[in-house]
């Protein structure tokens, strides 16, 4: 009896994917292509929309099509480029920058070497200060007091000191980077293995695993979607510590640039800045996430 139940419910289970299948074949193309593509459908929708908003204020669009409703009081929906710039102006600069006249190249040099050399102190202190934390329990009683006082502290308050330390040249924007993005990937090395199985634990040990093979078959791949989550973290506190640390006395780097520009009131020149800094750090965390979505692969499901 609990046989045939068995069967009639493996029965049903393989019949629903068949189902849904066919359903899907049954839609029209265009809809099938829809429902394939709708995140980068949706998504670019909502950011042309945006930008046209955004065109109209500065071309003052919107404030002839409602003067007839509003009168006079229409016109301030019509805003100045020197507050607010526009899309085709920032996109003018941006080709002047990067391919007439080519000076953010230099700039971004110069940030580009600050952010990974900060990053890359940051993930080789993090992730194995945060994996001994979590492994050897007295470790952990020492530094998490360190790690939870660093985390409720705004990082960039030490800047001042920083700068008295190491001077406002690359070693100080590679300190500063580093004190931002350090935290997320220790925090989560030490969360990951504290949610390692423990089963999985015992049994290794039991078999005479030493700590670290037990480190290298089972707490590290288990703490990769963690790590890579801290990574992610980490990605986008170091992009703050760029311009942050660059704004503060440097003499180059976007962050600099960005500084200057607005000075001098060119939002177009800040407009590229900030964007540049946001496209960095958008294709860093994708790459990240695809490499997240690879790991999820190799997880057992729940």
């Known amino acids: ?15 629903a994917p068949m189902r849904a299948a066919g ?4 839609m029209p193309a265009m809809l099938r292509w829809y429902l394939v593509h709708e995140r980068v459908i949706l998504g670019t929708l909502v950011v042309m929309l945006f930008l ?8 003052g669009w919107w404030a002839d099509m409602l003067r007839p409703l509003l009168g006079a009081s229409a016109g301030r929906l019509q805003l100045k480029p020197i507050f607010i710039s526009s899309p085709t102006l920032i996109a003018a600069a941006a080709f002047r920058m990067f391919f007439v006249t080519g000076e953010i190249w230099r700039d971004l040099a110069w940030s580009g070497a600050g952010y990974v050399l900060g990053l890359g102190l940051a ?9 001994a934390g979590g492994w050897y329990r007295r470790f952990s009683y020492a530094v998490e007091p360190l790690l939870s006082a660093l985390n409720a502290t705004p990082q960039v308050a030490f800047l001042p000191l920083i700068v008295v330390w190491v001077g406002t040249g690359l070693g100080q924007r590679v300190l500063i980077i580093f004190l931002l993005a350090v935290l997320p990937l220790a925090i989560n090395a030490h969360a990951a293995v504290r949610t390692t199985d423990p089963r999985l ?18 707490i590290l791949p288990s703490s990769v979607p963690f790590l890579l989550a801290g990574l ?3 990605i986008g506190r170091g992009m703050i510590g760029v311009v942050v640390g660059e704004i ?4 180059a780097g976007v962050g600099a640039m960005i500084n200057q520009a607005g000075a001098r009131f060119q939002t177009d020149k ?5 964007l540049t800094i946001v496209a960095a750090g958008v294709i860093l965390v994708e790459i990240v996430q695809r490499i997240e979505r690879r790991v999820d692969v190799w997880r057992a499901p729940t």
């Open 123 to 131: 993930i080789a202190v993090g992730i194995p200060l945060g994996l």
């Open 201 to 218: 634990v015992k049994v290794a040990s039991s078999l005479g695993a030493s700590d670290w093979r037990l480190l290298r078959t089972i």
């Open 270 to 274: 800040v407009f590229v800045g900030v």
């Open 52 to 59: 046209i908003g955004w065109e109209g204020l500065e071309r």
């Open 1 to 15: 009896m609990t046989d045939a139940a068995d069967g009639r419910r493996n029965g049903m289970s393989s019949a």
């Open 248 to 251: 503060y006395g440097s003499a």
């Open 23 to 26: 359903a899907e074949l049954q």
């Open 232 to 234: 992610r973290l980490a």
